[in-house]
């Protein structure tokens, strides 16, 4: 095998290698955040498991404080640039055609068949044929059969792809906005590329805080932490995380036009990022013992202290591993720029593999911390082979993926 040959630095306007190599760090995280949801949550999953772990718990607690706000502001960073390439119109059409299929053969042909095993086994529903399963309860075309409780209609689990669908969402309204907007958004003929002063960062990553804090805290008001709801018949969407994601959204496409990502400051930055890293220790000490209330919602000083923690740990490590990974990691091996290549498609397709191991694992006698930490391994050991080298080899995915 030959080693490993490094990229060339990034173009002005170019696709930036460490923003990618922080994608495949996401990646990963996603992957050990659905391993680990039999073990560590009461949540609906796919397969149950009657193991639980506290510490799994918390470790949701703080991939949820930030990871999907990160996504969403390294998504929002790209937008700009391509619709200037593309225009508004061609732009949608593409991320509908990219989006839509992955979504569509997840949703339509592989979630389905694992969601009705998941009734079958866990909720001893009757083991009625898969087809009528499939028409009566699932898409809501025919009678539901019998012995199958539950309301008339549409009934399509997105599950962790409810993220791409509402990322096609805030791309569509930005779209429309620069249909608006017209010549009064373009691309600056020379972007900015002074420095930012560290003051100034830190005033406003104060200020960006601040505004997280409050607007979190006044919709849990309204919406707990994990109280999903489905729009239109299709809208996955938790409200309790949304200022964060439209926030992070909107604060990467202005990054894009005024290159802040770029102009950051170093210091200002990994100073942020051990930041985070206290709060993760913080939150990670109340598996020991330690008594600081926290809580998902409601008029509480707990649910203050959730929303002002999360707020500090996403700004934190949004800001933080950006500037790690471009004063570290500003460039890719052979091997990162396949792993970064397939992130998209790892994100799209690790669900049923990742499945499989747990339910694989059923009988092991492993522990929940065991059978979490073999599942993640195994997940991300089997799921970027399968897609580099068959799903995006595929007619009908490789243009999407």
Not at 57 to 85: K, W
Not at 185 to 195: H, K, L
Request: aromatic fraction near 16%.
């Amino acid at each position: 095998m030959s080693a490993p040959a490094l990229t060339p630095p990034a173009k002005t306007g170019s696709r930036l290698a460490y923003i990618d190599n922080v994608r495949i760090f996401l990646s990963l995280l996603v992957v050990a955040h659905h391993a680990g949801q039999p073990y560590g949550s009461d949540g609906w999953w796919l397969f149950q498991s009657p193991l639980r772990s506290p510490w799994i718990g918390l470790f949701f607690g703080v991939n949820e404080a930030f990871f999907m706000g990160l996504f969403f502001l390294m998504a929002g960073y790209f937008h700009p640039g391509s619709v200037d390439r593309k225009g508004p119109g061609r732009f949608v059409l593409d991320r509908l055609w990219r989006f839509g299929v992955p979504i569509a053969v997840m949703v339509l042909g592989i979630t389905p068949v694992f969601i009705y095993f998941h009734e079958v086994l866990f909720k001893h529903l009757p083991a009625v044929p898969y087809r009528d399963f499939f028409q009566g309860v699932y898409l809501g075309i025919a009678d539901r059969p019998a012995g199958w409780p539950g309301d008339p209609g549409v009934h399509l689990e997105f599950i962790h792809l409810w993220f791409i669908e509402n990322l096609f969402i805030y791309g569509g309204v930005y779209a429309l906005y620069r249909v608006l907007a017209g010549g009064r958004d373009t691309a600056p003929a020379v972007r900015p590329a002074e420095p930012i002063a560290p003051a100034t960062a830190h005033k406003a990553l104060c200020a960006l805080v601040l505004w997280l804090a409050v607007t979190t805290f006044c919709i849990r008001l309204w919406k707990n932490v994990d109280d999903w709801k489905v729009l239109l018949g299709f809208w996955e969407i938790e409200f309790a995380h949304l200022p964060q994601y439209v926030t992070m959204f909107t604060l990467g496409i202005l990054a894009a036009r005024r290159n802040w990502f770029e102009r950051f400051p170093a210091r200002a930055g990994l100073a942020w990022l051990w930041l985070g890293a206290a709060c993760v220790a913080v939150w990670m000490a109340r598996g020991a013992g330690l008594d600081i209330p926290f809580w998902i919602g409601g008029f509480s000083l707990a649910a203050a202290n959730r929303a002002l923690w999360e707020s500090v740990l996403c700004v934190g490590f949004c800001v933080g591993l950006l500037t790690l990974a471009r004063e570290r990691f500003p460039q890719q091996t052979r091997l990162m720029k396949i792993l970064s290549d397939n992130a998209f498609a790892v994100y799209v397709f690790h669900v049923p593999v990742v499945t499989l191991l747990q339910y694989a694992l059923a009988g092991s006698g492993l522990g929940p911390l065991a059978s979490f930490l073999a599942v993640t391994v195994l997940g991300i050991a089997l799921t970027f082979p399968l897609t580099h080298y068959v799903l995006r080899r595929l007619p009908l995915l490789k243009q999407a993926l």
